[in-house]
């Protein structure tokens, strides 16, 4: 067999990229009109390179800026909006809390004390991370729950490699609870209609067309069980069947952990302040919608005006009084706040960039189109009706949503189906449950949902692998999903009218 050197290999991807792009745009196979032919070959340009990594993702994710304008798509303003979009913002913020929990070591007495609850055992507490991230995220956002998480998960893959012992597989270790607090957070967020946007979006698409409220109680027997079983196909994927770790309980490893803790002593008067201002932040998150509600009696409106709370705010909010808040240690030569800019240079700067190529390119996806006509080569087959229609709108949902952000997509693709159910006299929950579904559970991509861009930035997952579990359990996911919609909403929840 004979070996090719990387560069070689990111050369063959490069220019595969540029010939993929040429024969959407000169050859047109999908006979699409002239913005949107523009529009798919760069975007298939840019997957092609994001997939083979031919070169830095986040330098894929400058093609937008070169490329729209260039071609007429759209003007360089434009596209830099998408750069600039509010989730950038939300991930900033909590990538800075991150970094004050990790600047001051709370993110290891954390570490310490569940290794301690759990063991030693590697599937144990990867099991641990996706139950209890899986139900956080059906009451949070699951964007909000990733960011809790994530400086936890990484202290824990740092405190597992110092003290093992034996033959573990710690990569493999180390990838399966990154992508297990990414992916249980998108599958946990299913579970309520609270969980996640899109599902907020798509019951408001309801209550709008058809006047018909979507009760909470009925969406959760339905998709409470389904997230359940997503979340412990999960651990069975990961940990048996493509990346077992081999980590065993280990009675040594556990009580050189408890010396440890013992050893840090009660907590500083900086993690302190940094556990406060994260708990703050958290409690924020969860209590937003409360918060908004009460903000919104006429007394105080008129006070204040219309003032409303979202996760990328309370995130900045955060972040901020990470600045202004004094770390309270009085050595010299520690900081003298909590954060300094200068502890920014550590963040993951890349992912920002990364995700708002990412928003940048589904942005023209809708403009131009593509989206609406996938919509209608949908409806072409709509007259095959039953289980065969459900499975394929949770494919199509699913697997668009790895380069298209979900909540635009559930707003884009809701009229559609609501269209095709009218045509077909069907309810349109049978439809629009598994759509929405679908594109909350896209797992094969960094772009595909805001927590596996955050899960991805961490730096022990690559491209491949990620691609590679995401295949498989989007595969089980949209099997389940359209099982559990055709057996299940005609007998659980009332038909719309």
């Given at each position: 067999?004979?070996?090719?050197?990387?560069?070689?290999?990111?050369?063959?991807?490069?220019?595969?990229?540029?010939?993929?792009?040429?024969?959407?745009?000169?050859?047109?196979?999908?006979?699409?009109?002239?913005?949107?032919?523009?529009?798919?070959?760069?975007?298939?340009?840019?997957?092609?390179?994001?997939?083979?990594?031919?070169?830095?993702?986040?330098?894929?994710?400058?093609?937008?800026?070169?490329?729209?304008?260039?071609?007429?798509?759209?003007?360089?303003?434009?596209?830099?909006?998408?750069?600039?979009?509010?989730?950038?913002?939300?991930?900033?913020?909590?990538?800075?809390?991150?970094?004050?929990?990790?600047?001051?070591?709370?993110?290891?007495?954390?570490?310490?004390?569940?290794?301690?609850?759990?063991?030693?055992?590697?599937?144990?507490?990867?099991?641990?991370?996706?139950?209890?991230?899986?139900?956080?995220?059906?009451?949070?956002?699951?964007?909000?729950?990733?960011?809790?998480?994530?400086?936890?998960?990484?202290?824990?893959?740092?405190?597992?490699?110092?003290?093992?012992?034996?033959?573990?597989?710690?990569?493999?270790?180390?990838?399966?609870?990154?992508?297990?607090?990414?992916?249980?957070?998108?599958?946990?967020?299913?579970?309520?209609?609270?969980?996640?946007?899109?599902?907020?979006?798509?019951?408001?698409?309801?209550?709008?067309?058809?006047?018909?409220?979507?009760?909470?109680?009925?969406?959760?027997?339905?998709?409470?069980?389904?997230?359940?079983?997503?979340?412990?196909?999960?651990?069975?994927?990961?940990?048996?069947?493509?990346?077992?770790?081999?980590?065993?309980?280990?009675?040594?490893?556990?009580?050189?952990?408890?010396?440890?803790?013992?050893?840090?002593?009660?907590?500083?008067?900086?993690?302190?302040?940094?556990?406060?201002?994260?708990?703050?932040?958290?409690?924020?998150?969860?209590?937003?919608?409360?918060?908004?509600?009460?903000?919104?009696?006429?007394?105080?409106?008129?006070?204040?005006?219309?003032?409303?709370?979202?996760?990328?705010?309370?995130?900045?909010?955060?972040?901020?009084?990470?600045?202004?808040?004094?770390?309270?240690?009085?050595?010299?030569?520690?900081?003298?706040?909590?954060?300094?800019?200068?502890?920014?240079?550590?963040?993951?700067?890349?992912?920002?960039?990364?995700?708002?190529?990412?928003?940048?390119?589904?942005?023209?996806?809708?403009?131009?189109?593509?989206?609406?006509?996938?919509?209608?080569?949908?409806?072409d087959f709509s007259g095959t009706g039953g289980f065969l229609l459900i499975l394929m709108i949770a494919c199509v949902s699913m697997f668009v949503s790895e380069v298209m952000s979900n909540i635009a997509q559930v707003i884009v693709f809701a009229p559609v189906i609501g269209g095709i159910a009218d045509a077909m006299g069907i309810n349109?929950?049978?439809?629009?449950?598994?759509?929405?579904?679908?594109?909350?559970?896209?797992?094969?991509?960094?772009?595909?949902?805001?927590?596996?861009?955050?899960?991805?930035?961490?730096?022990?997952?690559?491209?491949?692998?990620?691609?590679?579990?995401?295949?498989?359990?989007?595969?089980?996911?949209?099997?389940?999903?359209?099982?559990?919609?055709?057996?299940?909403?005609?007998?659980?929840?009332?038909?719309?009218?």
């Amino acid at each position: 067999m004979i070996a090719v050197s990387k560069g070689t290999r990111d050369w063959f991807a490069i220019l595969l990229g540029v010939a993929l792009f040429f024969i959407m745009l000169l050859v047109n196979p999908l006979h699409l009109s002239g913005t949107a032919t523009k529009v798919l070959a760069i975007a298939a340009l840019m997957i092609t390179w994001w997939v083979a990594e031919a070169f830095p993702m986040p330098a894929v994710a400058l093609v937008p800026l070169i490329l729209f304008p260039l071609m007429g798509v759209s003007s360089i303003k434009e596209v830099a909006t998408g750069y600039g979009d509010s989730v950038i913002f939300l991930f900033m913020g909590g990538f800075m809390l991150g970094l004050a929990i990790e600047k001051w070591h709370l993110h290891k007495r954390i570490a310490l004390t569940i290794v301690n609850i759990t063991g030693t055992s590697g599937n144990r507490i990867v099991l641990g991370f996706i139950l209890a991230t899986g139900f956080i995220s059906m009451w949070l956002s699951n964007t909000a729950t990733t960011m809790m998480m994530y400086p936890i998960a990484a202290s824990v893959i740092l405190v597992v490699r110092e003290n093992h012992k034996g033959d573990a597989h710690l990569g493999n270790f180390a990838l399966t609870i990154m992508l297990a607090i990414a992916y249980a957070s998108n599958f946990g967020g299913i579970a309520t209609i609270i969980g996640t946007p899109p599902n907020v979006a798509f019951v408001g698409y309801i209550q709008e067309k058809y006047n018909y409220t979507v009760q909470f109680i009925d969406w959760f027997i339905i998709c409470g069980p389904l997230a359940l079983i997503l979340l412990l196909a999960l651990y069975f994927v990961m940990t048996k069947l493509l990346y077992p770790n081999r980590l065993s309980s280990d009675p040594a490893t556990k009580a050189h952990i408890r010396k440890e803790l013992q050893e840090m002593g009660p907590l500083s008067g900086a993690e302190k302040r940094v556990l406060i201002i994260f708990l703050f932040t958290a409690g924020l998150w969860i209590t937003k919608d409360l918060i908004n509600n009460i903000l919104e009696i006429d007394a105080l409106v008129r006070a204040f005006g219309n003032v409303k709370l979202d996760d990328t705010i309370i995130a900045l909010l955060g972040a901020l009084a990470l600045f202004i808040c004094p770390s309270g240690e009085k050595n010299e030569k520690r900081s003298s706040k909590i954060l300094e800019w200068g502890d920014t240079s550590r963040m993951a700067w890349g992912i920002l960039l990364l995700f708002g190529g990412g928003i940048a390119l589904a942005a023209a996806l809708e403009k131009a189109g593509l989206i609406q006509q996938l919509g209608k080569l949908i409806a072409d087959f709509s007259g095959t009706g039953g289980f065969l229609l459900i499975l394929m709108i949770a494919c199509v949902s699913m697997f668009v949503s790895e380069v298209m952000s979900n909540i635009a997509q559930v707003i884009v693709f809701a009229p559609v189906i609501g269209g095709i159910a009218d045509a077909m006299g069907i309810n349109p929950l049978l439809l629009g449950i598994p759509m929405t579904l679908g594109a909350n559970c896209a797992s094969m991509m960094p772009m595909g949902t805001p927590p596996n861009a955050i899960a991805f930035a961490s730096g022990h997952i690559k491209l491949n692998q990620m691609v590679k579990t995401g295949f498989v359990m989007n595969i089980v996911a949209i099997i389940l999903i359209a099982l559990f919609s055709w057996f299940l909403i005609p007998v659980l929840i009332p038909a719309v009218k």
